[in-house]
């Protein structure tokens, strides 16, 4: 089969991301065929056929997860598109939530045009940094660490985080996206946090770059967090 640079892209996501639904596949690469297009599945399963893709063996909450396979991971070193990651055994139960909501986000970002997004895997490769976030947004010269949070830390667990973050350089703004004000509230408290921003999930979903984020100075929005227009 002919491979095009979408499919590259498409496997480098899945890659960085650990693994995706087809769901989200279809949300970002697809985005504009309608729901009923079987365009996506037909292209999907032609590089399952050619061994660049597999599904996962787990079949969580009846959703069809997607991951590259070796030959999948050794054709994107071909290409320089790797970032020096390897293929991934499997999907991790205990994390498959938070990786879903992870990549829900990096795909909603993405749609807004803040494409230049470092996962968390990559980031553990490059292991420059004090602590490692859920992912990265390089946008404008800046440093944006994204955190996503649905159940809460200890208080001491927070402060350490929250410290490191007021001592590294490389990160400029931390952006905590939470399921509940209540989280807010209590993650508010906190010490060393005049990096840190808040939002609820719901807010980000309904008002986007206008909703408003917590900080230690106030409120502002998430657009003036992430550095202006696009």
């Known amino acids: 089969m002919k491979i095009v640079f979408g499919d590259l892209?498409?496997?480098r996501w899945?890659?960085?991301q650990k693994f995706m639904t087809r769901e989200q596949i279809r949300k970002e690469f697809w985005r504009d065929e309608s729901k009923k297009s079987i365009e996506e599945y037909r292209r999907l399963n032609e590089l399952e056929s050619a061994k660049l893709l597999r599904?996962?063996?787990e079949s969580f909450y009846r959703c069809i997860l997607y991951l590259v396979t070796g030959r999948g991971v050794s054709l994107l070193r071909s290409f320089g598109?790797?970032?020096g990651l390897s293929e991934l055994p499997e999907v991790s139960y205990s994390n498959y939530k938070h990786d879903v909501a992870v990549t829900d986000l990096r795909i909603l970002f993405d749609q807004w045009g803040y494409k230049d997004w470092v996962s968390e895997r990559v980031l553990s490769k490059i292991n420059d940094l004090r602590y490692l976030p859920d992912g990265m947004i390089h946008h404008r010269g800046r440093n944006i660490a994204i955190e996503y949070e649905s159940t809460l830390k200890s208080t001491n667990r927070y402060r350490d985080i929250f410290l490191h973050y007021a001592l590294?350089?490389?990160v400029d703004t931390v952006l905590?996206?939470?399921a509940s004000e209540k989280m807010i509230e209590k993650m508010s408290n906190q010490k060393f946090r005049n990096k840190i921003h808040f939002v609820t999930l719901?807010?980000?979903q309904t008002?986007?770059?206008s909703a408003q984020l917590k900080g230690i100075s106030g409120l502002c929005s998430v657009q003036e967090v992430m550095g202006g227009n696009v």
Do not use: A, C, G, P
Request: hydrophobic share 35%.
């Open 202 to 204: 719901q807010n980000l």
């Open 14 to 16: 899945i890659l960085e």
């Open 168 to 170: 590294e350089r490389k």
């Open 9 to 11: 892209e498409l496997m």
């Open 55 to 57: 599904r996962s063996t």
């Open 207 to 209: 008002q986007e770059l």
């Open 81 to 83: 598109k790797d970032q």
């Open 176 to 178: 905590y996206i939470v």
